[in-house]
């Protein structure tokens, strides 16, 4: 294997129709500032909306996360800067769902120090390096990828990756519902 640490939450699980909106890996980086890029993406309508009224090459003081779900997560305000605005549309290379057309929905990729956020409206799959190349973001460059999928993002990360790990996070599908 070879380039990036990537780093898979086995929740929140898109496929299992969590929304996305956990600001749980968000957090940590932003309050470390860390300096090697790290590739990390969510779900949030209204903050995909303040980025595309902002415009490419704005900064603002944007808020994330906690969209729909607030008992796990807490929304998270920093400084970004618009780093590029899409329809969120693209096709899945590789393994599993080859071809398929995703829709995310309206998708800004904001900047924070080293970390490129891909906001989208819509939850989709992220079994695949495309949602990131998609809106210009190499994975294989970066020191950190995240993607919310707890296995079926192997076939097509595991050839990418340098190690890949791998952490059971708070979310709203926990192993054992009571």
């Known amino acids: 294997m070879t380039g990036a640490p990537l780093f898979f939450p086995t929740r929140p699980m898109l496929q299992a129709r969590a929304p996305g909106d956990s600001t749980t890996l968000l957090k940590a980086p932003l309050d470390r500032e860390i300096r090697e890029t790290a590739l990390l993406n969510i779900v949030d309508p209204p903050a995909v909306s303040a980025a595309h009224r902002a415009g490419i090459g704005a900064t603002l003081q944007l808020t994330v996360g906690a969209t729909f779900s607030s008992t796990f997560y807490r929304p998270v305000t920093f400084a970004a800067y618009v780093n590029s605005l899409s329809d969120g549309t693209f096709r899945n290379k590789g393994p599993g769902f080859q071809g398929v057309e995703i829709q995310m929905g309206r998708t800004a990729v904001v900047v924070s120090g080293a970390i490129h956020l891909v906001i989208m409206e819509q939850p989709v799959i992220q079994w695949h390096p495309e949602l990131y190349r998609s809106q210009g973001l190499e994975p294989t460059e970066a020191k950190i990828v995240t993607t919310k999928s707890p296995v079926a993002f192997r076939a097509a990360y595991e050839p990418l990756a340098a190690e890949i790990i791998v ?12």
């Open 167 to 178: 952490d059971d996070l708070e979310g709203e599908l926990p192993e054992t519902n009571t």
